[in-house]
């Protein structure tokens, strides 16, 4: 096995203010939190001494304001990639918890009818695609350095899953994709060789508040 060694790391954002508690999906407006903001300078002093040669997040406001002080540190622009937008869900601007507006409501229970697809959103396959394919975009571009992609958790996951050939179809509840974790594909040449994860804010999401799916 020979080739430069890539790393493409995959970033979900940081907390967002959200006090209604919605899941706000690709909604404009949602901001990080004063917490989400010191997430996002903490992922900045956990990449400092890497070979970034790349900063890029997707358009929502929570992933832009997670990448800025990344790209800052390194003198980058900060690059916007549509393809590592949010997943797509039609229960997005809802309360997902408890309460009126949950999922406890039977008019949403017609939507849920097919989790392996699933039926209540952009189908699992459809996001590992579109990631899948910037991640190659970007370890081709810059061979042997890396590359910061500021994302979500299910697309970011789902993306896991797939590069460790597990199946899409998943327990929300068990995803190993905390705020501001960083989730870091490495391959050498073309190759993928190893998947690792990390929780540079762990000390931070004690007491954070994520929507899931978020």
């Known amino acids: 096995m020979s080739g430069p060694r890539t790393v493409v790391h995959l970033v979900r954002h ?13 909604l404009p407006g949602f901001r990080l939190s ?16 890497h070979d970034v040669a790349s900063v890029t997040a997707s358009p929502l ?7 800025a002080p990344v790209a800052a540190a390194h003198g980058l622009p900060l690059g916007t990639e549509p393809r590592i937008i949010e997943a797509g869900n039609s229960f997005e601007g809802r309360r997902v918890t408890t309460g009126p507006g949950s999922l406890r409501d039977p008019r949403a ?24 394919a910037v991640v190659r975009d970007a370890r081709d571009a810059f061979p042997g350095r890396e590359s910061v992609l500021v994302s979500h958790q299910l697309p970011v996951w789902v993306t896991r899953l797939r590069a460790e050939h597990r199946p899409l ?9 905390a705020l ?9 040449g073309r190759r993928l060789v190893l998947v690792s994860y990390a929780e540079p804010c762990a000390d931070l999401l004690v007491g954070a508040d994520p929507v899931p799916g978020a």
């Open 14 to 26: 940081g907390e967002v203010w959200n006090p209604e508690r919605v899941l706000y999906g690709r």
């Open 34 to 49: 004063e917490r989400g903001q010191a997430m996002a300078q903490r992922l900045a002093e956990h990449f400092a001494d």
């Open 61 to 67: 406001q929570r992933a832009q304001e997670t990448a």
């Open 109 to 132: 229970w017609p939507r849920l009818w097919n989790p392996f697809r699933p039926s209540w959103g952009e189908p699992y396959e459809q996001q590992v695609a579109r990631v899948s």
């Open 169 to 177: 179809v998943h327990d929300p509840r068990k995803r190993e994709c």
């Open 180 to 188: 501001a974790s960083v989730t870091s594909l490495e391959f050498v």
